[in-house]
């Protein structure tokens, strides 16, 4: 057997000053490279060169830790840093506590916030629409933690998206006591990103809204909306954004369809809990995806059905115009869009009058739509 040659000056001696390194040829009848670095072809990766930036995550923590800190409680045991927020409930003042829990997002909506470069509204509006979410079930928040994904961090978006978390979150009693920053290149363009948030809140077993006092001839009543909140942006974003840009100003509207479209999704736990205990309310219920009819329906018993005056209130203008220029046929509309009604109370008859006293005590404006039946 021939013995194997370990060779350099086999090789022409422009190709060998061309390499990095020396080249080993080892020759068994044929020649075959064992190594071959070309310094031109040469890469030194690292986890930053592929898109991830754990320094400027870390700076993003430090940043933010007094604002969280400005949400916390007596209930929150340590600021945000840890594997695991620790969270200490006093449920002195419940006789059968029991936890409510949600979790949602913004969804298309931060296309209209990337296209006008505003991102405070967002973080309010996936704080206020998971507050809704459990108070109607009669819960009172706890703590709330976020996720905030993106492409490329940038520390200027990501603290203006957590101050609006955290002024949600002080307007609405509750703690925001952890959260999680994933930078995902190649999931995200530069500049966009998505949140994820999640609520949990507590409630006496026996003052949960449930849907079960619900009875035929109950009234609905109708608490205005202000705009979208955070649904049916893919409808409105694709029929104004054919006709508008996000800056456009649109006298319809007295605004902008950016200022139209970010309008922040409210929070109605002040109300929910003024009524939680007034006799003859019987249930509430938030307008999400899938309108008056697919959630009110969510909380009335098995058998029910829901009759809707369309007709009773004027929707707002933003909703005219959408159905307007896309020529959105009135069943769409409903199943899509709140049409300016974000929360209903469905209230015994007897009570009705009460009820609405009440609210307009308040400052809240209310309108019959419809009944159970």
Not at 55 to 64: C, F, P, R, T, V
Not at 67 to 81: C, E
Not at 123 to 136: K, S, W
């Amino acid at each position: 057997m021939r013995k194997p040659i370990c060779c350099e000056s086999f090789f022409p001696f422009f190709l060998r000053s061309y390499l990095s390194v020396p080249v080993k040829i080892v020759i068994f009848g044929r020649i075959r490279f064992e190594s071959l670095f070309f310094m031109k072809d040469l890469k030194k990766y690292s986890y930053k060169s592929s898109g991830v930036d754990i320094q400027a995550g870390e700076q993003l923590i430090n940043s933010i830790k007094d604002l969280v800190k400005s949400t916390h409680n007596p209930s929150v045991l340590q600021n945000i840093g840890g594997f695991g927020a620790l969270y200490l409930p006093d449920l002195s003042g419940y006789r059968e506590p029991v936890l409510v829990s949600s979790v949602d997002g913004v969804g298309t909506k931060l296309k209209v916030a990337f296209r006008a470069e505003v991102y405070d509204t967002v973080g309010q509006d996936l704080v206020n629409h998971c507050v809704n979410d459990i108070a109607v079930c009669g819960a009172e928040p706890l703590y709330f933690l976020d996720y905030f994904s993106t492409g490329r961090l940038d520390n200027k978006i990501a603290l203006e998206v957590i101050k609006g978390f955290t002024k949600a979150c002080r307007e609405n009693k509750c703690a925001l006591i952890g959260g999680e920053t994933a930078e995902m290149p190649d999931i995200y363009s530069d500049g966009e990103f998505d949140l994820a948030g999640t609520i949990v809140g507590v409630v006496d077993r026996d003052r949960i809204f449930d849907g079960s006092r619900v009875h035929r001839g109950d009234v609905l009543l109708g608490l205005p909306s202000t705009g979208l909140h955070t649904n049916g942006y893919s409808l409105a974003r694709k029929v104004l954004f054919d006709h508008y840009d996000v800056d456009s100003h649109v006298d319809e509207l007295g605004c902008t369809v950016g200022e139209a479209l970010l309008a922040v999704h409210r929070s109605y736990l002040t109300t929910i809990q003024y009524l939680s205990g007034v006799d003859g309310v019987h249930a509430f219920s938030h307008i999400t995806g899938g309108g008056i009819l697919g959630n009110t329906k969510r909380v009335i018993p098995h058998g029910y059905k829901l009759k809707v005056d369309w007709k009773a209130w004027d929707h707002p203008a933003i909703f005219n115009l959408i159905q307007k220029l896309g020529e959105v046929d009135d069943e769409d509309m409903q199943s899509t869009f709140n049409l300016g009604i974000g929360l209903v109370v469905i209230v015994d008859t007897a009570n009705i009058h009460k009820v609405r006293s009440l609210l307009k005590e308040q400052g809240e404006e209310s309108v019959i739509i419809g009944t159970v039946e």
